[in-house]
């Protein structure tokens, strides 16, 4: 167990809605970072936050934004949905270096 | 071209082999470099992680780095049915982590 935790479990949404994924980081880290991870692939960087600001952010469209909490916890939003948002959701918290993930937020768009 | 490249396999060694996992990446400037394993339907969960050249053990895990060359390796000793999953290369460069497709390792008792 890493101490990273993820809700919810598992959601399914319709194409044009919109969601919110929560992520607690580990405690002692101030980083969070957010992947969306396709069958088959590897997790793509979303982005990232440190102490409550945007702190690098992958190719993903607008819609993809997020938050961080003064207690270094973190939200996810997606707005719009599409069908190929269907993925796997990983938040990873860092303290240092290294960094854990959480047990993910698997998302179907039908 | 891909920043980290790996072998999608599925790599099948018999229980008790040395299982070999590679891995290439693009940029000069990643810093760090990290082995994660992925078991079906799971996160992935950290295994290694290697910072300078060279290579750094921990119990049955061995990981080789050659910056030179941009190149990670990924060693299991005495591999047993249990470590059948899908292994994930990480680099890190400044803020960002940057992940390979993974390599499938199947090991058969």
């Known amino acids: 167990e890493t101490g990273v935790t993820q809700s919810p479990t598992h959601l399914i949404k319709t194409r044009g809605q919109q969601v919110t994924l929560r992520c607690s980081s580990q405690?002692?880290?101030?980083?969070v970072s957010w992947y969306q991870q396709a069958l088959g692939q590897g997790p793509q960087f979303i982005f990232q936050?440190?102490?409550?600001?945007?702190?690098g952010r992958g190719n993903f469209p607008p819609r993809f934004s997020g938050l961080q909490f003064p207690n270094y916890s973190s939200e996810l939003n997606v707005n719009a949905l599409e069908l190929d948002d269907s993925a796997l959701y990983l938040c990873a918290s860092s303290g240092s270096n290294e960094q854990f993930f959480g047990p993910g937020t698997r998302l179907t768009v039908l | 071209q891909k920043e980290v490249e790996q072998n999608s396999g599925p790599l099948s060694v018999p229980e008790g082999a040395i299982a070999s996992l590679n891995c290439t990446y693009s940029?000069?400037?990643?810093?760090?470099f990290f082995w994660y394993r992925q078991y079906s339907g799971k996160s992935p969960e950290l295994i290694m992680s290697i910072y300078s050249n060279g290579d750094k053990e921990d119990g049955r895990f061995t990981a080789q780095l050659n910056k030179a060359s941009q190149y990670v390796s990924l060693l299991i000793r005495d591999s047993q049915p249990s470590d059948s999953a899908t292994y994930l290369c990480a680099v890190k460069r400044v803020n960002k982590f940057y992940f390979g497709s993974g390599t499938k390792l199947n090991v058969k008792p």
């Open positions: 940029d000069r400037g990643s810093q760090s």
């Open positions: 936050y440190y102490r409550e600001e945007e702190n």
């Open positions: 405690s002692g880290h101030n980083t």
